[in-house]
């Protein structure tokens, strides 16, 4: 089985544009989560989503937003991109956005340049 | 959810017992423990989690003590590919609505 997959791979923006990054769950799994990582540090959360409805957000500004499809599939946006957005977005999948989800299986992340 | 303290790193030789420490003293009594890893340029992976009983999987073995304020997480015969950073977490369920807090996590390098 696949596993989570995230694209583009790589993607160099310019300060003030938009970008789009998109995820594929696990199949079966119905609940996706984003992070962001940048240099040196750990995975930030910045939102979950389950069975297409928004179940948590971190401590990210509005210019970050985020939408689950009918398969499951999620796609993330940035808005007035700045230098400091600069970093790994990862995904995550898991069974169930609730409780006792135990584990969630990440992708190989999108490394987002911003000059 | 609570915090947790980790080494920031540590070495180990390869086909040793790689022991990783983690405090989390101020865990609440419905937390579990997880432990994911992330080689370079991969993405996170999860390793193991507990509750209060020891357990261990094909990758580890997880150590709490008595007291949950503490765990280790024991890989027994580490190899060049354990090389990785080690994130400890306390949470309350797989990270539902509030995500998974990682911290800086344990730079483990094995040494050959």
């Known amino acids: 089985d696949a596993g989570v997959t995230q694209s583009p791979t790589h993607l160099i923006k310019t300060r003030g544009q938009q970008v789009t990054l998109r995820c594929s769950p696990i199949s079966g799994h119905k609940s996706v989560s984003w992070y962001q990582q940048v240099l040196g540090q750990g995975p930030q959360f910045i939102f979950q989503?389950?069975?297409?409805?928004?179940?948590g957000r971190g401590n990210f500004p509005d210019r970050f937003s985020a939408r689950q499809f009918p398969n499951y599939s999620s796609e993330l946006n940035v808005n007035a991109l700045l230098l400091g957005d600069s970093a790994l977005y990862l995904c995550?999948?898991?069974?169930?956005?609730?409780?006792?989800?135990?584990?969630?299986?990440f992708g190989p992340g999108t490394r987002l340049t911003v000059t | 959810d609570a915090k947790t303290t980790q080494p920031t790193s540590m070495d180990c030789a390869e086909g040793r017992a790689a022991n990783l420490p983690c405090n989390h003293s101020?865990?609440?009594?419905?937390?579990?423990v997880y432990w994911y890893r992330q080689i370079h340029s991969q993405g996170p992976q999860y390793i193991i989690h507990g509750l209060k009983n020891n357990e261990t999987n094909e990758m580890a073995s997880l150590i709490i003590t008595e007291d949950r304020k503490s765990s280790t997480l024991i890989l027994p015969h580490a190899t060049l590919r354990d090389t990785a950073v080690y994130y400890c977490i306390v949470d309350g369920g797989g990270g539902g609505a509030d995500g998974l807090t990682f911290g800086k996590g344990t730079h483990l390098i094995i040494q050959p």
């Open positions: 995550a999948s898991s069974l169930t956005g609730t409780a006792l989800t135990y584990e969630q299986y």
């Open positions: 101020t865990i609440s009594g419905n937390e579990y």
């Open positions: 989503y389950y069975e297409k409805e928004e179940r």
